[in-house]
């Protein structure tokens, strides 16, 4: 069982069932949202997420997204599209032990920033991966 939750403590999470996917992000959509140059990412069963205290606000980034955030301290948890309707993604970085879960890979660096130097030897995608990534 994996667990997390927002910054400040008000929302906390449980995920009941194994990570599908990992990815690191580096599309502009994310960036803005986390304020960060790019946001790793695990997909989930959306049926395996539960929000065990506190109520995510939520924004729709673009018309078949949402994405969900703590209202209070604005840690950025989860995004899931219309296009993708049983899984969700949720922020490695709002994990309790986000060591447990490593990115396989980078997705969308067409729009990573110039001055970020990645040297990793995980693949990397210039848009979303084929089985769906966050974008
Ligand atoms: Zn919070
Ligand atoms: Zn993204």
């Not at 304020?35 to 997420?49: E, F, H, I, S």
């Not at 969308?108 to 210039?126: C, I, M, R």
């Amino acid at each position: 069982m994996l667990t997390g939750g927002c910054f400040c403590g008000a929302i906390r999470y449980e995920i009941s069932k194994p990570v599908l996917d990992t990815t690191i992000c580096h599309c502009v959509d994310c960036r803005r949202a986390a304020g960060a140059p790019m946001v790793a990412w695990m997909t989930v069963a959306r049926d395996a997420l539960r929000f065990v205290s506190g109520e995510p606000a939520r924004y729709e980034s673009n018309p078949a997204v949402l994405r969900q955030f703590c209202a209070n301290c604005g840690t950025h948890l989860t995004w899931e599209s219309d296009d993708l309707p049983d899984t969700i993604d949720v922020s490695i970085g709002s994990l309790d032990a986000p060591e447990q879960v490593a990115p396989k890979d980078h997705t969308w660096t067409s729009q990573q920033l110039a001055w970020l130097h990645v040297n990793d030897e995980l693949p990397k995608y210039p848009a979303a991966e084929a089985t769906g990534a966050p974008d």
